[in-house]
């Protein structure tokens, strides 16, 4: 979880390449709970997808806030909003039911 989030806290910019590693990085951890303790995956999913999305909303606003400084801050903090829950939720997708490497 540690890796993670300090993959979040390194971006400076919101961008493909952002969200590429923000999603890899995501991917990487889940697999590797699961991998190894699966039951302990299942028990703490809900305390995991929270917090990993909560600090990408922390990340993303002050980024988007930067560089849409026009932009209504509500508006651009719902927007954080969306992409950390986006990104999770193409983990999970990725996870149940994709056939092909994350990288891809």
């Not at 028990?43 to 849409?68: C, D, N, R």
């Amino acid at each position: 979880m540690t890796i993670v989030l300090n993959q979040i806290d390194k971006h400076k910019e919101l961008n493909e390449t952002t969200i590429i590693s923000l999603f890899l990085a995501i991917t990487e951890f889940q697999y590797a709970l699961i991998s190894q303790c699966k039951k302990s995956f299942e028990a703490f999913t809900a305390t995991i997808e929270s917090t990993i999305k909560k600090e990408m909303e922390t990340v993303f606003h002050p980024m988007l806030l930067e560089q849409h400084p026009a932009y209504d801050p509500e508006s651009l903090r719902v927007a954080a909003v969306m992409l950390s829950w986006g990104i999770y939720a193409a983990t999970l997708d990725w996870q149940q039911n994709s056939k092909v490497q994350a990288e891809e």
